[in-house]
């Protein structure tokens, strides 16, 4: 390599962004979409320094089913590369720790865990566990199945956000209050029911510590991925259950205790997630019987781990 290109190289991989590719396409083939979770940065710049860093041939893109996926290209093998990469690669594992990383790791996680629960983009004949694999299984129809078997519901979605959970229940509820704090995101809400032709979801701007629905008005109240944004989570709580109706439940879907601090500036969550016996705790205190927690989904590797707790609020 001529000083001219070894020059032009060094400026490239000057950048923290494209280290940053560099590194996430080193531990998985990603396309566009995914890699701009996993750098939490918008899809033009991540396209823009994929182009740079192909054009110098350190990555390289091909199709699968209809799909761009970006690698690492096989020059960093070669001759002309090889010690660059092993610099690289040593810098990589150096800086593992660090918080930046780790947060691109975990993300990294959440985006291979999504790509394993989609059946499009994920189980080719020479997939590790292609022989678990069987046309049109898929997570999204397995709980609408399992809604079929519910008697129509009244439901409250706490801490709706877009309403995608919502609208899901919606299909067996009799009817869904869906509450959020932003006025932003509940018209996106809004807007997608309008889209899907849903009509039986009411949508209300609240606090979860303070709920604008009367007293035992729902069947069931779900806090899905909202408690650790709650400024009170033992009050969020008891809101919930007050307002389920006598023989209702609670059902709260939340990340167990974690070290993740990105997610406090990048996602907004004030707690680092819940202990069990606390989460558990909580929903006794607030009254609810027959209260449980248990492993709603966990992946080795990955730092986060949803656990499912309900209780039963009494007759």
Known sequence: MD???????YRLLGDETRLRLLRALGRERLNVTELTAVLALAQSGVSRHLGLLKDAGLVA???????????????????GHRAIWSALS???DASAGDPAVLADEARLQEVLRLRKENFDTHGGADAPDARQLVPGRSWAAWSRALGFLLPPLAVADLGCGEGYLALEASRWASQVIAVDQSTVVLDR??????????SNVVWKRGELEALPIEDAAVDVA??????????????AVAEATRITVPGGRVLVLDLREHREEWVRTTLGDRRLGFPDDELKSMLTDAGLRASRVAVGARKVGD?????IASGQKPQ
């Open 3 to 9: 000083v001219q290109k070894a020059s032009a190289l």
């Open 61 to 79: 893109e091909e199709k699968d089913a209809g799909y761009s996926y970006y690698r690492l290209a096989p020059a960093l093998s070669e001759n």
């Open 90 to 92: 040593e810098q990589f």
């Open 303 to 307: 730092p986060f781990t949803v656990l």
């Open 222 to 235: 779900l806090l899905s991925q909202a408690l650790h944004h709650a400024a009170d989570p033992v009050r």
């Open 189 to 198: 809400a809004r807007a997608l029911a309008a889209r899907r032709r849903v």
